[in-house]
């Protein structure tokens, strides 16, 4: 009896499989319930490696369609690479990485390596598919670890016709079924129940794990049988047990021609025998009623008895007769039927040796030509992924170079940009500082210098947006070096040189010395000389003058100190007034010391006229000249830098799409 193994995987990936059964005697028959669709790379997350790193590969789906995106970062840091299982891991050997691959294969068996067990703080990238369980990255992320799911490809249901399916499957003789995953198990069962097959349930299945073998159990399927992994050595050695447990339930059905020849004798010689009695009991029963029989007439209830027994033997009988045609003579038409057919098979065998030869040779051929036809089908197919690969590959690489120009362009741009607004802002200043100096100490050799200064700067960023402003310092450097310049050093120091001269002024009048009254040894000498001397010491006290005398007040000492405060005060007003270019104030503090001083005139005239007319010499001066206040070179410069500032917010506004 054939053995039929319906493949569920997608056809690219189980033709190795299909090739392996078919060398080992056992039929298959190819259905992919999924189709395997590659996600675009721009539609997939850009993904960051680092050195501590720990990449997993879920399948070998997710090798073929991930690996070559990701093979840059992972050859250059190292990153450690785990897989599921050992197909997995053959397919990234393959490309030329070290692998680490657990003995269970499915997330237990990941979880379960000593390199997951220290992921704390550590990025963990899982290369998948579309859905799939989330056992992995949930159990990875509560051992502290960042989880990032690299996602480029989807699992797509193949459009099956439910009844067409079922109807091949009927033709087939004992089918035992693949599923990889629970998602197939569950398309599968639907596929059975909607083809009106729901009988088939009752075939082995065979899964790769026991969360598989639960989902499959809970569907109705009432023969699990549960593989080492979903690889095909896993299926292989699953499927291994199945044809001799067939064949030996079948055996009866399908013995060598002698057994059924002699099971057919046996059973036509049982049967005989025991049709044997029936046919002689029969006429036993008169018989030996005959010969039994005394010649006297038996009595009436020894009649009754007799014609009992014999009606309950004939009942017996008859059952017997019944039940072995009921459930024997089936039998023996069916054994007759086996026999004929294989005599026939027999026949036509014997008949036509060279017809089955050049069948069989027919068929390998054709075994021959589909197999070579399907490699080259899928060579072909491979090397057309892998040509894509390399196309996408290659427009990724000159998209990210375009990007790379882009930005290169752009930290240029904004480079030089940067250098002329800082060249500009920094004449800005300077033109702003030499206003400062304008107009707190008037001095117009350090603006003329710090205006130079700017208009260098503006020369070295040569932009004709500067034009105007550069017009507008060229005017002030122009009005500067017409404007009036203050001797403030001078004005300071004749100043200094009036508090000097403040502070010898003389407020009192000199006093003519008392005539000295030589001594005498007579009384009234030295009566007159104690009475002049009493005298003198009370003058000091008490003075006295006539009305009729014209004789300036004497100051009291605080008078004095008092005036002369005041006239060193008014001086030095007059002088901060005069360096700071006030001319209302230099005015009346001017005018306030030539009053102060006026009251030493009779005390002191020389020196006092000397002051006053070095203060009236002073008052005449211009201290404040009109000076130009550059605001035209200020608001140049201000619009100017305004307007290369718009300019580079629109860059800004625009360079991220060109980015991207």
Partial sequence: MTLTAVLTRPGGVVEPLRVVLEQRGVDSFVQP?????????????????????????????????????????????????????????????????????PSQADSEGLLGLDILHGVKDKQVVIVKGEGGRGLLAEALRERGAEVVSYVCYRRDPTDIDAGQFCWQLCERDDLVFQASSGEIVEQLTDLL??????????SPVIVPSDRVAKIASGLGWTNVITAAGAGDDAFLAAIQTLPTQQVQEHAQGHQPLKEQENMGGETSKDHDKALTPMAAVEPAAPLAAADAAP?????????????????????????????????????????????EASDARLNTLESAPDTLARELAGGFEQQIAESKALTTAALQAAAARQSQRLTEQENATQRMLERFERVDIRLARLTA????????????????????????????????ALLANADALLMEVNDPRFTTARRSLA??????????????????????????????????VAQTPVAKIPE?????????????????????????????????????????????????????????????????????AVARAQESISVFSET?????????????????????????????????????????????????????????
Avoid at 68 to 81: T, V
Avoid at 321 to 328: E, K, Q, R
Avoid at 555 to 574: K, Y
């Fill in 604 to 660: 002191d005239p020389a020196r006092v006229a000397a002051m006053v007319a070095e203060l009236d010499a002073l008052s005449e001066l211009d201290i404040a000249p009109e000076i130009p206040d550059l605001l035209n070179s200020r608001a140049a410069l201000a619009d100017a830098i305004r307007a290369i500032a718009s300019v580079d917010d629109a860059l800004d506004v625009v360079a991220p799409a060109e980015v991207d």
């Fill in 33 to 101: 319930l999924i189709n395997i669709a590659s996600i675009p790379v721009e539609h997939r997350e850009l993904i960051t490696l680092y050195p501590d790193d720990i990449c997993i590969f879920i399948s070998v789906n997710a090798v073929e369609q991930g690996l070559s995106n990701l093979a840059p970062q992972l050859r250059e840091l190292g990153c450690p690479i785990l897989a599921v299982g050992r197909a997995t891991a053959s397919a990234i050997s393959a490309a030329g990485f070290d692998v680490s691959v």
């Fill in 417 to 448: 940009t940067d250098r002329r607004e800082w060249l500009a802002n920094e004449a800005a200043f300077l033109v702003r500082l030499s206003a400062q100096r304008l107009l707190v100490s008037r001095d117009i050799a350090a603006a003329q």
């Fill in 520 to 588: 005498s040894d007579t009384l009234w000498s030295r009566a007159n000389a104690g009475w002049r001397a009493a005298l003198e010491k009370l003058s000091r006290y008490l003075v006295v003058h006539r009305r009729s005398d014209e004789r300036a007040a004497l100051l009291t000492p605080d008078w004095e100190s008092l005036i002369r405060q005041n006239l060193r005060m008014s001086l030095e007003q007059a002088q901060i007034a005069a360096l700071s270019a006030n001319a209302t104030l230099f005015e009346h």
């Fill in 475 to 508: 005017a002030d450097l122009a009005s500067l070096a017409v404007a009036p310049q203050v001797d403030t050093v001078g004005l300071y120091a004749r100043f200094a040189a009036l508090i000097e001269q403040a502070g010898l002024l003389q407020v009192r």
């Fill in 295 to 339: 010649p006297a007439t038996p009595k009436r209830n020894n009649d009754r008895f007799a014609r009992t027994l014999l009606l309950l033997l004939f009942l017996a009988l008859g059952g017997s007769a019944y039940v072995g045609w009921f459930y024997g003579w089936p039998h023996y038409q069916a054994l007759l039927t086996q026999l």
């Fill in 193 to 202: 129940g909607q083809g009106g097959q729901p009988n088939l349930l009752d």
